[in-house]
T-cell receptor, first 117, second 115 residues
Framework: GAVVSQHPSRVICKSGTSVKIECRSLDFQATTMFWYRQFPKQSLMLMATSNEGSKATYEQGVEKDKFLINHASLTLSTLTVTSAHPEDSSFYIC?????????????FGDGTRLSIL | AQKVTQAQTEISVVEKEDVTLDCVYETRDTTYYLFWYKQPPSGELVFLIRRNSFDEQNEISGRYSWNFQKSTSSFNFTITASQVVDSAVYFCALSEGGGSEKLVFGKGTKLTVNP
């Protein structure tokens, strides 16, 4: 079964809306989670590293005020796309690794397909 | 900086053919991990394999096999006797450290297996 739950799986909303995406580790603790973005027919690009209890680390070119990340517990990270516009339409996917088993591969959520009209 | 190159953008084969997906990587780290993921049209990433930089043994899992060669910085993936269900986008990826770190992905290879 899924070990990382990502919700919602699909969002369609109007331009200007803020959208929150949740990434939850189901049976392990994750002090670090990763958020990736994938535009149609392109690769996955890391947006930011979410750190439990501290600020996220954003990759170059990713606006931190646009993509708010909160990692308030060891099992949940959220990504909020603020005032979303059509160019933010993309597939967003999170991953998490077990903090107690650092040499195990990280697990990916099933992704969120965001469409901004 | 780390980089993963998948030179083949799209491959089309007929069922039962063997197909090899190429992956070339660049890294300055001596310890790193290489991955292959499958992404079907539904979008989720399906983990296929992880290999660390100290283990150059080839691996076989059913119809899948992987050839890791540090001398050429390559980690190629072969599907034997391909099936329609193998149709997907395949990504090669690289991470440093223990394998639970952030991944650098190649651009992916779209494989279409025709009946």
């Amino acid at each position: 079964g899924a070990v990382v739950s990502q919700h919602p799986s699909r969002v369609i909303c109007k331009s200007g809306t803020s959208v929150k995406i949740e990434c939850r580790s189901l049976d392990f603790q994750a002090t670090t989670m990763f958020w990736y973005r994938q535009f149609p027919k392109q690769s996955l690009m890391l947006m930011a590293t979410s750190n439990e209890g501290s600020k996220a680390t954003y990759e170059q070119g990713v606006e931190k005020d646009k993509f708010l990340i909160n990692h308030a517990s060891l099992t949940l990270s959220t990504l909020t796309v603020t005032s979303a516009h059509p160019e933010d339409s993309s597939f967003y996917i999170c991953s998490a690794g077990d903090s107690l088993r650092k040499f195990q591969p990280q697990h990916f959520g099933d992704g969120t397909r965001l469409s901004i009209l | 900086a780390q980089k993963v190159t998948q030179a083949q953008t799209e491959i089309s084969v007929v069922e039962k053919e063997d197909v090899t997906l190429d992956c070339v990587y660049e890294t300055r780290d001596t310890t790193y991990y290489l991955f292959w993921y499958k992404q079907p049209p539904s979008g989720e990433l399906v983990f296929l394999i992880r290999r660390n930089s100290f283990d150059e043994q080839n691996e076989i899992s059913g119809r899948y096999s992987w050839n890791f060669q540090k001398s050429t910085s390559s980690f190629n993936f072969t599907i034997t006797a391909s099936q329609v269900v193998d149709s997907a986008v395949y990504f090669c990826a690289l991470s440093e450290g223990g394998g639970s770190e952030k991944l650098v992905f190649g651009k992916g290879t779209k494989l279409t297996v025709n009946p």
